[in-house]
């Protein structure tokens, strides 16, 4: 009876580590091996880290990529691996190494290169165009990476056209919110139309605006679930897979392999044979897991974190700093900083100005408290003072206006900043996605700092996030006084953001559907929304593409953020 | 006598100013009717603008694209135009639009996209696979566009070889230094080899990091060139072609088609009649013009000029603030802002502190004076007394370092902001690329603005900029004091740049090598440059990153500028 043990390493790399991703990758093979498995697989570009970008273009990392798969490959004794490189044959390859053994048996190079949203993998690679499969302990095994199984009739289908039982793909794919399913079902579909068992191994991690969220699956001939990985954190997954399941499901249905090829054959398959024999390892018996599914708020809330830490703890900061109002957003953001690092590693700030409501001030003392942070407070009075002092002439005769406003910002972002240099602690922002679309966020002033937690998170979903937080604390983590307040930038007496904006509920879907979904104005009124509302919002929108293009990166988790993913000109006079 | 009247127009357009770009083009059309032009050709994506990014994404922006061809399409009587638009195929397309006396005859689709630098293209549009030749007049014309014209073998040798006697190339090919030359001797070889005449018609003008040079150019069969569009203008090109000198030549060597087409066929080369009779249109006699060729930093100046004020007139501002501190980036960059606009519609501002030297104001007043700018003086000692003392809690213990330094240049930059709030001013900043890719920069501080005018600019060619720039004043314009002082922050007592930088004649050298030519540590050594030197130079760009990324956009004159031209991530371990 052919049998195959998979582990799939969804390990958390680092991009341009290639020391430190090279320890991870030999140390998941130690386990793997101490686990009996047969073949181990790593994610996309496991060696360098995803995405690489422009350090592609670099001679010196290219060849440092190669010099790290050698160790690799030395490393890698009494096992077959699969794992992610940049591979250089006059042009790059995004690539999939095959060792077997401590020996390099084959290279298979991505076909389909992705090249929209936050991918430029054109700009890099060129597209390799054969499919092999490989014979490992006498099972066909079809190896491809990432966009290359997202197409029917694509690589996939060629190697189970070719002999390929099991489809393994190794991917690094970017997480947002109902991704996970949204890869479920394709891959449900991929494994019951190409009637092949299929192991798909995603990168875990946060890395700038990207997480990827690991929930590595493998699913049998029909497309069920047999195994998954945890999602936003590392694991090691590992299935025995029933080969000769798939023999007979292709054996009673004979037309499986006709109607699998519906296009021609565009890519070459030969085989190459890595083991004839099964491995003799001895195979200790794997315990059973259940993983909870989690619900929206609690997967997008995990994303938040993940992407958070990794931030930090990538970038070398053990300590970060939030401007802390009171308000809904910054207390997101204190909670997500605390659950991503610990409390005492995170300190929140309270600036006071003259406009601010006493309870903004013991709201943020409460949450400080019930987070277990400690907390500054340095009142802005007196440098706001010096400031309208300083301008009194230039100023003479205007009213006051969004420039007073905005100084009390900046003066908020230059103590944030003060701080940070002084003391080495990074600064998180606290703008919503509501408020980075519409530009209601003071450039240099609370969008002033190194990452932006919450930036591709609409105000709604802020609410529940919040709700999420609170649930599964089973307390009032977060003060339900912050969460009924109504929301203000407090840069004027009695100021609330729906003087300048429509109500967050109206507002939000018009952002989704003329942000993500490129909806012309003209579509969004007819989705039922006051006219005056979307020309509005698409007005703002537009008018603050300068105020993004100098915002810090943040956690993607929507289908468009902003960032490498929405790439629109500033200076533009097109409308709607 | 086979003969043909080319106008190319050298327009400057607007991203996504569908209507007035078409005005431009039916002014244009109509002006070259007047000078009895056959054919008149226009820069690619002249409808829409280059470059459009995700714009093209936007259904909408496709539709009213197509509209406004339609007007231009009927605008034109009495004439052919060429005229580059967004086709919708099913696809989309970068394409040529070919309409004769009012009718759309035919559509060329760019065949290479460019996707590498700052260009994008795979992102959008699909690739075309057709080279036909179109019989204008009689004579057999090739269109393609920008890229296409790049590579040898190219459309262009499929065209010549289909019957084109010219090749019309529609382009918007952004300007590096030297670009000029480059392209011109590629078209003198592409002419010679495909015996053609070449008539190359670029786009002029400022898009956000980009400025589009103009410098159309028609070459003769033996690449001889026989008119030139002005660089950094717009520019009506219009000669006489003599076909005839074509047609002998090929007689003279009939193996010139088997030596052009060096490659298989790879396009279709259909034949599509436009004109059979040349037109009997009236045709004035044209008057010769000499071009004075500039150096090289006058090229570099007028670019600067040129991308400076197209940001700040197509942004719709029409007054611009900028910090004088004294110092000669700054100095430059308001000589340019000058040289875009007007003096009175510069401002400058001195922000003098306890660390200012009384040159650097005396200095910064005689600038001014000299440009004849108002010039605003704002001491800062006020406010950041006020931040020392709200902060003296928090900093009590610690010595002062780069926290004090920075609270006085973000103090400026809040200050600038203030001014720029209150009277709608655009900052623009003064960092030069030195700096920027080094991080020699207060981010919020002396990088908080809309404009980086001389990001690109290395503090070397700083120097040569405002030499030059006295050279054609043929004064002292720019005071020389500010040209021998030694650079200086200013930020703390008897701060130099060289305290932490190395000199910019040895620092330059490696920046060029580590940032344009992704040279590693390894071979900038082998240049003979100290290693110390080269490993702190690449350290501090690397470290930098996150700051460059909150950078506002400013003019790309190298052949890698900071921004969409070079995607490094932030979080990277790669060191070299």
């Known amino acids: 009876m052919r049998r ?94 095959v060792i077997h053994d401590g020996k390099l048996v084959s290279v298979y190079h991505k076909i389909y290169l992705p090249n929209y949203g936050v991918f430029d993998e054109k700009r890099y690679f060129r597209a390799g165009s054969e499919c092999p499969v490989y014979i490992i302990g006498g099972v066909g095994i079809g190896i491809n990476i990432c966009e290359d ?15 390929g039982e099991v489809i393994v793909n190794i991917s690094a794919s970017p997480y947002h919110f109902g991704k996970g399913n949204l890869r479920e079902k394709m891959l449900a579909t991929r494994a019951s139309e190409n009637v092949a068992i299929i192991a798909y191994n995603n990168l875990v991690g946060g890395q700038d605006e990207l997480v990827f969220d690991g929930n590595s699956i493998v699913l049998d001939e029909k497309g069920r679930v047999i195994a998954r990985g945890k999602q936003f954190e590392e694991d090691l997954v590992v299935a025995d897979l029933d080969i000769e399941a798939v023999s007979r499901r292709r054996l009673q ?52 974190v993940l992407g958070t830490r990794d931030y930090i703890i990538k970038n070398g900061f053990d300590k970060v700093l939030i401007g802390l109002s009171g308000g809904i957003d910054s207390t997101l ?54 400031y309208l002092e300083i301008l009194s002439s230039s100023f003479e005769g205007t009213k006051p206006n969004v420039a007073e406003e905005n100084i009390q910002a ?16 990074l600064v998180l922002t606290t703008s919503n996605k509501s408020e980075t679309a519409t530009g209601y966020t003071t450039l240099y002033g609370d969008m002033a700092g190194g990452f932006a937690v919450i930036k591709d998170v609409p105000k709604t979903m802020v609410y529940e996030l919040v709700g999420y937080r ?99 000109p500033i200076t533009n006079r097109f409308k709607g």
């Open 253 to 304: 249905n004979p037309k499986w392999r006709k109607e699998t090829l519906r296009l021609e054959e565009r890519w070459s398959g030969a085989k190459i044979v890595v083991s004839e024999v099964p491995s003799a390892s001895p195979k200790p018996s794997l315990s059973s897991r259940q993983l909870e599914a989690r619900s929206l708020p609690g997967e997008v809330y995990g994303a938040l």
């Open 470 to 568: 609170n649930s599964i604390a089973g307390s009032e983590l977060i003060p339900v006084t912050i969460i009924e307040k109504v929301p203000s930038a407090e840069l004027r007496p009695g100021q609330k953001d729906t003087d300048t904006l429509p109500s967050y509920y109206v507002l939000d879907p018009v952002l989704t559907a003329y942000v993500e979904e490129d909806k012309s104005i003209e579509q969004i009124v007819a989705m039922g929304i006051d006219e005056e509302v979307v020309k509005q919002a698409s007005r703002l929108v537009d008018a603050s593409e300068y105020k993004r293009r100098q915002a810090p990166p943040g956690v993607k988790i929507t289908t468009r953020a902003f960032g490498r993913d929405r790439r629109l």
């Open 149 to 163: 199984i997202w197409y029917e009739a694509g690589p996939d289908t060629a190697q189970a056209y070719y002999g």
């Open 410 to 425: 900046r003066i908020r972002g230059n103590i944030l900043m003060a701080l940070s240099n002084k003391f080495g602690w």
């Open 4 to 97: 195959l043990r998979i582990g799939m390493a969804q390990i958390n790399t680092t991009v341009g580590d290639l020391e430190g991703n090279t320890q991870q990758i030999l140390k998941a093979t130690a386990e793997a091996r101490s686990l009996g498995v047969d073949l181990l697989t790593f994610p996309e570009l496991a060696i360098c880290g995803y995405p690489p970008e422009d350090l592609l273009l670099k001679p010196q990392f290219i060849k440092e990529n190669l010099r790290s798969l050698k160790r690799v490959v030395s490393g890698c004794s009494g096992i077959t691996i699969v794992v992610g490189f940049v591979d250089a044959k006059g042009d790059i390859y995004n690539a999939a190494a």
């Open 333 to 386: 953001v204190a909670a997500i900083a605390v659950d991503a690092l610990e409390p005492s590693s995170v300190v929140g700030v309270a600036m006071p100005s003259r406009f601010s409501s006493p309870a903004s001030i013991s709201d943020a003392e409460l949450l400080a408290k019930n987070l277990g942070i400690s907390l500054i407070t340095i009142p802005i009075e007196k440098v706001f003072q010096a």
